[in-house]
DNA sequence: TATTGTTATACTCTATAACTATA
DNA sequence: TATAGTTATAGAGTATAACAATA
């Protein structure tokens, strides 16, 4: 049946994407985590450990480790908070921010070489496939979610 | 633009499929690596634990690891290999063939669930995108992999 | 001499719990 | 008393290297 055949697709495109994304950072000596901390602190600027916790659903010991090793190879460093004598901030160091400015010019670099095949009448319409799709599957993984947590409902 | 759009719903694909998949499989005791392992031994028969390291590409050492976990659960059994008194097949219990039959089943649903929205045109149109952006994805990984491997050449 | 699998050892990722300093 | 972060400890997952039995 077709379903079958884009789902396979789909369990592909996540085996290669995720192959080609684990072995590209760890060139850079970054993993998942450690990418998507710096991306956080990217985005929003100088940030307490507390609340990168909450972010990348870590526990707040993990984000010690991770601060850490990022702070060790130079793309990340501790700042005092100013206001509250427990906390501290993490910023990106020069380094850290060229890292993730590269990666943002990478991925729009991927984005256009994947669809490079197809007229933009396709890519519309690969476009709106995938947004039928991933609603149903958000509602998929939510419902998961909830029978896990919740229990009966 | 669009290209960038459809990125980032395959990274939310990935996303998603990944999570949804590590947690229903953690909910049976198993993890992506055991499945992969009980899935060939499902596929092919009895199996050389040789033959299941280069499958999976990982050592030796690990399916010496994977097949203990799945021995302790009920999943596969260690057999003597009939001419080979240094090897062992690893075949599936019937509590292994059972889960991993019970996995297509699963996933057949889960396939047919994902395009519900979508009339047969469509799931076509999007079967061909697909492979179209499966094309080149898989030249980019198979790039990057000889880049890393082979050298310069 | 080459191959199959295992024992020994170690490194990474991740978690929980106890503790320290500050609020 | 509650909060931010760290020290201590532990358990997966994975790798390499040395070794045993067999080919």
Do not use: I, Y
């Not at 789902?7 to 970054?30: C, H, I, K, N, P």
């Not at 985590?33 to 990168?52: D, F, I, S």
């Not at 427990?86 to 070489?113: C, I, N, P, W």
């Not at 009448?121 to 998961?144: K, M, P, Y």
């Amino acid at each position: 049946m077709t379903a079958e055949a884009v789902f396979d697709q789909m369990l592909e495109v996540t085996l290669l994407l995720q192959t080609d994304m684990t072995r590209s950072l760890s060139a850079l000596g970054l993993t998942g985590m450690k990418t998507h901390l710096l991306w956080e602190v990217h985005q929003n600027g100088p940030c307490p450990q507390q609340r990168l916790a909450q972010a990348l659903g870590v526990s707040p010991r993990h984000v010690t480790g991770l601060v850490d090793a990022l702070g060790c190879d130079g793309f990340a460093r501790r700042l005092p908070h100013p206001h509250d004598r427990r906390a501290v901030l993490v910023e990106l160091t020069d380094k850290g921010t060229a890292t993730m400015t590269q990666m943002q010019e990478q991925r729009s670099r991927d984005a256009a070489a994947l669809v490079a095949d197809l007229d933009a009448r396709r890519v519309e319409q690969l476009r709106q496939g995938l947004d039928a799709v991933l609603t149903r599957l958000r509602e998929l993984v939510a419902d998961a979610d909830s029978g896990d947590a919740g229990g009966v409902r």
